[in-house]
């Protein structure tokens, strides 16, 4: 088992509509919780950080946690063409200390016009 | 605030040879790890640094090294080189210890031939 997992997708979704990306995780201890967005050719930027359960909201984007089920999600509201790109979950976990992530293979989404 | 940076931002190298990258993370951030990502295998940590000690190793081989001057800049040292450490080398500086919210520098794509 992956310890970060992610539907490679691609998820396509119209332009205006809600786009949902989901992660899981398998280390029990994670303490936080990070979205990333990679355009191609480019470096992650960072997005979104949750670090309690239940809903984060800045802009169009809200991040869920729900540490019971070991499910973390993205939601994109009013998608634009601009947001198509590669969204990568990262966890950090409770052994090492530091900063270290574990990241998701990331999900493709296409906003489609 | 000036972003990451990192030099050289694209390299071409033939198998047995080094191969050195530079970081310099964000102003005021003690914290810069490296990771590989590659198509295959997504990103990868490679380790981390904190006030020039090494906290954190991924798993990759010895040939992989790096090290963190007094002014939090961090280089990344591959030896010899071969065929399949052709990949994008992310740097990420934190400046928060231990909470995991990093920013990436633009990568060096590395091709090995």
């Known amino acids: 088992q992956k310890e970060v997992e992610q539907n490679s997708g691609p998820l396509s979704v119209p332009e205006g509509a809600i786009a949902s990306l989901n992660c899981t995780y398998s280390d029990r201890g994670s303490q936080s919780f990070f979205w990333y967005r990679q355009y191609s050719g480019k470096s992650p930027e960072l997005i979104m950080f949750i670090y309690s359960n239940g809903d984060k909201e800045d802009g169009r984007f809200t991040a869920q946690l729900n540490k019971a089920s070991q499910y973390v999600s993205l939601l994109i509201r009013d998608s634009q063409p601009s947001d198509s790109a590669t969204y990568l979950c990262?966890?950090?976990?409770?052994?090492?200390?530091?900063?270290?992530?574990?990241f998701g293979t990331g999900t493709q989404l296409k906003v489609e016009l | 605030k000036a972003g990451v940076t990192q030099t050289p931002r694209y390299l071409i190298k033939t198998r047995g040879q080094q191969v050195t990258l530079s970081c310099s993370p964000i102003?005021?951030?003690?914290?810069v790890s490296w990771y590989q990502q590659t198509p295959g295998q997504g990103l990868q940590f490679l380790f981390e640094?904190?006030?020039?000690?090494?906290?954190n190793k991924g798993n990759f081989p010895g040939r992989f090294s790096g090290r963190q001057f007094s002014n939090s800049r961090s280089e990344m040292n591959v030896s010899t080189l071969e065929l399949g450490d052709s990949a994008l080398y992310l740097c990420a500086s934190s400046l928060r210890d231990g909470s995991g919210e990093q920013y990436f520098g633009p990568g060096t794509r590395l091709t090995v031939t």
């Open positions: 990262a966890v950090k976990g409770l052994t090492g200390g530091g900063n270290k992530l574990t």
């Open positions: 640094y904190f006030s020039e000690t090494q906290r």
């Open positions: 102003s005021g951030h003690r914290s």
